[in-house]
Nanobody, 128 residues
Framework: QLQLVESGGGLVQPGGSLRLSCTASGFTLDRYAIGWFRQAPGKEREGVSCISTSGGSTRSADSVKGRFTIYRDNVKSTVYLQMDSLKPEDTAVYSC?????????????????????WGQGTQVTVSS
């Protein structure tokens, strides 16, 4: 059973940066498309960014375009979410999610229902 682990969250001032990591214990992620999602208190979980198995295709929500970058290192079996120019409204629990494919694919979706493995999440707080 794939278990995803997020790390890199924390407290940062507005305008600052954080890099989140998503890894899997005992598994390689090269046949998994990965998505990052976030959930703020009292709000529904929303898709932030996703990346295809090869890393050749990504997709991001309009609210983070130009500020967040998703990328992957399949040798290290890690997917990263680089978050720059953070705003207080980015405060949320960030979780990574995965869906497995038998072959490499070059697309991804920001729909929660597309994914079937989820991590526990890491808290990101943007505040002065």
């Amino acid at each position: 059973q794939l278990q995803l682990v997020e790390s890199g969250g924390g407290l940062v001032q507005p305008g600052g940066s954080l890099r989140l990591s998503c890894t899997a214990s005992g598994f390689t992620l090269d046949r998994y498309a990965i998505g990052w999602f976030r959930q703020a208190p009292g709000k529904e979980r929303e898709g932030v960014s996703c990346i295809s198995t090869s890393g050749g295709s990504t997709r991001s929500a309009d609210s983070v375009k130009g500020r967040f970058t998703i990328y992957r290192d399949n040798v290290k079996s890690t997917v990263y979410l680089q978050m720059d120019s953070l705003k207080p409204e980015d405060t949320a629990v960030y979780s990574c999610a995965a869906v497995q494919f038998s072959n490499s694919i070059n697309w991804c979706y920001l729909s929660r229902t597309w994914y079937n493995y989820w991590g526990q999440g890491t808290q990101v707080t943007v505040s002065s």
